[in-house]
Nanobody
Framework: QVQLVESGGGLVQAGGSLRLSCAAS????????MGWFRQAPGKEREFVAA????????GHADSVKGRFTISRDNAKNTMYLQMNSLKPEDTAAYYC????????????????????WGQGTQVTVSS
């Protein structure tokens, strides 16, 4: 079992930055690929970014490329999402997720592929 706890959300003006963190309560997070998803009111949960358990490979949604960066520190069992140049359309609840995998270089884009989820942290971007 893995428990995931997100933090770092808040209210920010358009053009501002936030860094989200996802702390995993497991002996080692190295066996888990991880990802960030978001869900705005009335919309489906959507993929934001994902990272392999080695940290060598990442993927980002087109809507956030060049603005958001996913990373992880396996020594701290923590994943991050650095969000720059925030836009009002980035307003959503952000969720981190983890997937058990044997493949160190793989990352996953679909929510259905993930085994564990955090409770979410709210990001609100004002115009």
């Amino acid at each position: 079992q893995v428990q995931l706890v997100e933090s770092g959300g808040g209210l920010v003006q358009a053009g501002g930055s936030l860094r989200l963190s996802c702390a995993a309560s497991t002996r080692t997070v190295r066996s888990y690929a991880m990802g960030w998803f978001r869900q705005a009111p009335g919309k489906e949960r959507e993929f934001v970014a994902a990272i392999s358990w080695s940290g060598d490979n990442t993927g980002h949604a087109d809507s956030v490329k060049g603005r958001f960066t996913i990373s992880r520190d396996n020594a701290k069992n923590t994943m991050y999402l650095q969000m720059n140049s925030l836009k009002p359309e980035d307003t959503a609840a952000y969720y981190c997720a983890a997937k058990t995998t044997f493949y160190s270089g793989s990352y996953y884009l679909r929510a259905a592929e993930y085994d564990y989820w955090g409770q979410g942290t709210q990001v609100t971007v004002s115009s």
